[in-house]
């Protein structure tokens, strides 16, 4: 057999695409307020899994290497920059802005 262009197109498109994904495709920072701590900011993101792991599955084979970086792009989320927390809410939603309030009032957490 011989080896086809294609292919390899194939497999460095869906790498390429798998990493910006991950790493790249990041939407611009909103404040959010931790439900944990109050702390309202930028939040921090975070990834499951180990970038070690996904490069070993990849060198194996394609598939478990795709599935893997799949997973791992779908389940980033955000946690408190502050307490790791991972209970973070944007800070226009109702919930955010009453919890917002309840610190300026002095009703809320000391940091």
């Known amino acids: 057999m011989s080896d086809s262009p294609v292919g390899y197109l194939l497999l460095f498109g869906v790498a390429g695409f ?3 994904q991950i790493y ?3 939407k611009a920072p909103r404040k959010k307020v931790c439900k944990s701590c109050g702390f309202l900011g930028v939040p921090d993101s975070t990834t499951p899994g180990s970038l070690a792991i996904e490069i070993v599955l990849w060198l194996c084979l394609i598939v478990p290497g795709l599935i893997y970086s799949l997973w791992r ?3 980033r989320h955000d946690i408190c920059a502050k307490c790791g ?3 973070v809410i944007p800070a226009d939603s109702p919930i955010g802005k009453n919890i917002i309030a309840n610190i300026n009032d002095g009703g809320g957490r000391s940091p």
């Open 18 to 20: 798998i990493i910006y």
């Open 73 to 75: 792009a779908n389940s």
């Open 85 to 87: 927390g991972a209970e």
């Open 24 to 26: 790249l495709g990041a």
